[in-house]
Nanobody, 122 residues
C-alpha cells in the first residue's frame, strides 16, 4: 500500500488543523493505520491509530481529547483532526500502515507516507 500525507502548515496556538493520508494500492481496511510525529532532536512518537476498520481507536495521552483519527472508506483516506494545538505539537507528522494487530511502536509499521510539517506558533 502507498500512503501520501498532506495538510500540514503553520497555525496559531489554539487553532485547528486537519491532516489527510491517502492510501492507494490496497484498501486501508486491511491494515491498522497510525499517525506518528517527530520533532527536531526527538524520537518519533505515536499520536493516534485505529484498527478493525475504525472500530478500535487509540491515542497518545498527550493528544487525547484534542485529536481525532477518522477514515473515509470511499476515499480510502485517513484523517487526523487536530484541535487546541499547542507549540509542543510542532513536528513532522507521518501516516503509516501495518498488517496484524495494533501497535504504538513505529518499528512495527510496514508502510510509510512522506511526512507533512505542522508548526504551531505561540
Amino acid at each position: 500500500v502507498q500512503l501520501q500525507a498532506s495538510g500540514g502548515g503553520l497555525v496559531q496556538a489554539g487553532g485547528p488543523l486537519r491532516l489527510s493520508c491517502a492510501a492507494s494500492g490496497r484498501s486501508f481496511t486491511n491494515y491498522c493505520m497510525g499517525w506518528f510525529r517527530q520533532a527536531p532532536g526527538k524520537e518519533r512518537e505515536f499520536v493516534a491509530g485505529f484498527c478493525r476498520n475504525g472500530e478500535y481507536t487509540y491515542y497518545a495521552d498527550s493528544v487525547k481529547g484534542r485529536f481525532t483519527i477518522s477514515r473515509d472508506n470511499a476515499e480510502n483516506t485517513v484523517y487526523l483532526e487536530m484541535n487546541s494545538l499547542k507549540p509542543e505539537d510542532t513536528a513532522v507528522y507521518s501516516c503509516a500502515a501495518k498488517a496484524g494487530g495494533s501497535s504504538v511502536s513505529y518499528f512495527h509499521y510496514d508502510y510509510w507516507g512522506q511526512g507533512t510539517q505542522v508548526t504551531v506558533s505561540s
